[in-house]
T-cell receptor
């Protein structure tokens, strides 16, 4: 089974509808992230969570909300979808890494993505 | 502003040939640089991660180099295979926020028979 799963994999919806994308992980990681990918652009961070009680906005959080229901689950909601939210959405997880250590990193593991189309 | 730029945007090569992809970054203070492979319709998968003290790292037919002085990295693919057709994404993180990854827009590689 995949370590990071996303549902649905594809979704077509209409402007104004509420949409929820779900992410689950079995890696035991504390940190979870939501990104969107648009053609010709790098992935951009929407929201991230370091644990169940710690949720933070990324660089493009407007129009989105998230919920961390458990360590293993992190969902992304579009309260009222609009066409420019059409994109590929990826969930990722990581451990905490070596906090503060120079050259430290926390490798992020990505889910398979959700292709969302807003008409 | 922290940025990552990749070149070329796209590349077509014949199976069995080698190729090199380039990445320039302006992220400071630098923490680490990663190369990801993203197959069409899939999530990115890590190929290599290099910190400031590493200047070359290999993973099978993939060899990444890092020059922290010039803020450049390259990914060399040897003896390309059809399965190498994918987007290759350069990602950099800063020391003060290593969890925030700065993504390049990727190089789309097509390997033809």
């Amino acid at each position: 089974d995949a370590d990071v799963t996303q549902t649905p994999r594809n979704r077509i919806t209409k402007t104004g509808k509420r949409i929820m994308l779900e992410c689950s992980q079995t890696k035991g990681h504390d940190r979870m992230y939501w990104y969107r990918q648009d053609p010709g652009l790098g992935l951009r961070l929407i929201y991230y969570s370091f644990d169940v009680k710690d949720i933070n906005k990324g660089e493009i959080s407007d129009g989105y909300s998230v919920s961390r229901q458990a360590q293993a689950k992190f969902s992304l909601s579009l309260e009222s979808a609009i066409p420019n939210q059409t994109a590929l959405y990826f969930c990722a997880t990581s451990d905490a890494g070596l906090a503060g250590a120079r050259g430290s990193y926390n490798e992020q593991f990505f889910g398979p993505g959700t292709r969302l189309t807003v008409l | 502003k922290n940025q990552v730029e990749q070149s070329p945007q796209s590349l077509i090569i014949l199976e069995g040939k080698n190729c090199t992809l380039q990445c320039n970054y302006t992220v400071s203070p630098f923490s680490n640089l990663r190369w990801y492979k993203q197959d069409t319709g899939r999530g990115p998968v890590s190929l290599t991660i290099m910190t400031f003290s590493e200047n070359t790292k290999s993973n099978r037919r993939y060899t990444a180099t890092l020059d922290a002085d010039t803020k450049q990295s390259s990914l060399h693919i040897t003896a390309s295979q059809l399965s190498d057709s994918a987007s290759y994404i350069c990602v950099v993180s800063a020391q003060d926020s290593s969890y925030k990854l700065i993504f390049g827009s990727g190089t789309r590689l097509l390997v033809r028979p």
